[in-house]
C-alpha cells in the first residue's frame, strides 16, 4: 500500500464506548497530525507527533488521547464522546523541514449517538 | 497568529470555463509557503499546488496556476478549461518557513462545475 490508510472509514459510536482510529503511512514521513473536521469550519490541528514524539496539543478534550507508538502508526483513542464530537476526522503525514506540505488519508467519519 | 481567509463559500463554473478562487491570509513573516488542497467526496485531500513565499513566479501545474501576492497577503487559486473531475472542496493553507510545521487551513469553498 501507498500513502496514507486511514481505518475504520465510518464510525458510529455510543457516548459510553471506547473506540479507536488508525492511521498507517507508508512514505517514509516524520512528522503526523490528526485533524478534526466539521460542517461551516476551518479545519482544526489537534494532535502533532514529530519523530514520534509529541510536539502539539491544541486544548482537546481528554476524552481524545493520541497514541504513535512508531513513525508509520498513528492512533486516536476516544472514550466518553459528546455529539458535537462527531465529525470527520483525518490523518496526515509530511517530512518535517521540507515544506512540501501534507499527505492526507480519506478520514473516518465519526457519528456519536 | 496566522490566519487564512476564503471569503467565497461557493463557486461555480461552466465546464471548459475558467474560475477563480480567492484566498487571503495574515501574517507578520517573511518566509512562508501556500498550498491549495482539494477534497473531492472521497474526502481525500490532495495537494494541488504549492508557493514559496520567495519566490516571486507563481507556480503552476498543468491547468492550476496562483497569483500570488505578497504584498496584499492575497493567494488565489485558477483553474482554467475546467472539468467536472474539479468539482471539489478547496482549502488555501498556510505553513511558517520556520521551524514550525504546521498548515493553518481556510475554510474552503466549494467549487461546482456544471456540463
Known amino acids: 500500500e501507498t500513502g496514507v490508510t486511514q481505518t475504520p472509514r465510518h464510525l458510529v459510536m455510543g457516548m459510553t464506548n471506547k473506540k479507536s482510529l488508525k492511521c498507517e503511512q507508508h512514505?517514509?514521513?516524520?512528522?503526523m497530525y490528526w485533524y478534526k473536521q466539521s460542517a461551516k469550519k476551518p479545519l482544526e490541528l489537534m494532535f502533532v507527533?514529530?519523530?514520534?514524539?509529541?510536539?502539539e496539543n491544541n486544548s482537546v478534550p481528554s476524552r481524545f488521547s493520541p497514541e504513535c507508538p512508531n513513525s508509520s502508526h498513528l492512533f486516536l483513542h476516544l472514550h466518553t464522546l459528546q455529539p458535537e464530537d462527531s465529525a470527520l476526522y483525518l490523518c496526515?503525514?509530511?517530512?518535517?523541514?521540507?515544506?512540501?506540505?501534507?499527505?492526507f488519508g480519506s478520514g473516518t467519519r465519526l457519528t456519536v449517538v | 497568529a496566522q490566519t487564512v481567509t476564503q471569503s467565497q463559500p461557493e463557486m461555480s463554473v461552466q465546464e471548459a470555463e475558467t474560475v477563480t478562487l480567492s484566498c487571503t491570509y495574515d501574517?507578520?513573516?517573511?518566509?512562508?509557503?501556500l498550498f491549495w488542497y482539494k477534497q473531492p467526496p472521497s474526502r481525500q485531500m490532495i495537494l494541488v499546488i504549492r508557493?514559496?513565499?520567495?519566490?516571486?513566479q507563481n507556480a503552476t501545474e498543468n491547468r492550476f496556476s496562483v497569483n500570488f501576492q505578497k504584498a496584499a497577503k492575497s493567494f488565489s487559486l485558477k483553474i482554467s478549461d475546467s472539468q467536472l473531475g474539479d468539482a471539489a472542496m478547496y482549502f488555501c493553507?498556510?505553513?511558517?518557513?520556520?521551524?514550525?510545521?504546521?498548515?493553518?487551513f481556510g475554510k474552503g469553498t466549494l467549487l461546482t462545475v456544471n456540463p
Open positions: 496526515a503525514s509530511s517530512q518535517v523541514n521540507t515544506r512540501q506540505g501534507y499527505t
Open positions: 512514505l517514509g514521513h516524520n512528522a
Open positions: 507527533y514529530s519523530l514520534e514524539e509529541r510536539v
Open positions: 501574517t507578520s513573516e517573511s518566509d512562508y509557503y
Open positions: 508557493q514559496e513565499a520567495y519566490k516571486q
Open positions: 493553507a498556510y505553513s511558517s518557513g520556520g521551524s514550525n510545521y504546521k498548515l493553518t
